[in-house]
Structures are given as structure tokens and as C-alpha cells.
Nanobody, 120 residues
């Protein structure tokens, strides 16, 4: 059974930093990409950043230059370094991975979410 477990959320003042981590565990054959989404109250879930197996990255415009996504392929872990945080970054952040489990089919998996709150 595949699981994505996130950590690193919390409360921070505007201008501060947080680092999110997400580890994929279970019987995993390969991971195509991993990424982070966020959902603020009353808003749709949106892609924040994504990184492919080859290391290509993609960022939502509002976080470019402030957030950095990286991954450790040996640990099936993805990180999101968030700097210069703004109150509008406040949301529940969800880890996402498109992966192939052994004996299964390629599919999208989600973490349980971690709250990030940025105070002004």
C-alpha cells in the first residue's frame, strides 16, 4: 500500500520560511513526478510546484523566485522550501505523486495535507 506522508507545516510570520517534506512509502516501482498543491478556504486546489523524475520543475507564477522544489530519489521524498512567505500563501498544502506501484497501475496519490499559516 502506497502512502504519502507530509511534514513541516506550521505558523510563521510574513517574510519567514518553512520547509515541507513528503515521503512516499510502500511498494513503489517508479515515480513519474511529485509535487505540491494547496487549497485555501473557499478556493480551488491549485498546483504550487512539481518536479519530474528527470528533475524538471514547474512553478505557479505567484511562488516563482520564493519557493524551491527538490527531491531525493533515493528516499522517494520531495521537499518544498518556502521563503518570503506572504499571508496569501496560507492554505492546506497537499503532496501529490504520480507513481507506479509494483503489481499495480500508474496512478495519482495524495498526502493528507499540512496546514501552512502566514500571519501579517
Amino acid at each position: 500500500q502506497v502512502q504519502l506522508v507530509e511534514s513541516g507545516g506550521g505558523l510563521v510570520q510574513a517574510g519567514g520560511s518553512l520547509r515541507l517534506s513528503c515521503a512516499a512509502s510502500g511498494s513503489i516501482s517508479s515515480i513519474n513526478y511529485m509535487g505540491w498543491y494547496r487549497q485555501a478556504p473557499g478556493k480551488q486546489r491549485e498546483l504550487v510546484a512539481q518536479i519530474t523524475r528527470g528533475g524538471s520543475t514547474n512553478y505557479e507564477d505567484s511562488v516563482k523566485g520564493r519557493f524551491t522544489i527538490s527531491r531525493d530519489g533515493t528516499k522517494n521524498t520531495v521537499y518544498l522550501q518556502m521563503n518570503s512567505l506572504k499571508p496569501e500563501d496560507t492554505a492546506v498544502y497537499y503532496c501529490n505523486a504520480r507513481l507506479l506501484p509494483f503489481g499495480g497501475m500508474m496512478n495519482n496519490y495524495w498526502g493528507q495535507g499540512t496546514q501552512v499559516t502566514v500571519s501579517s
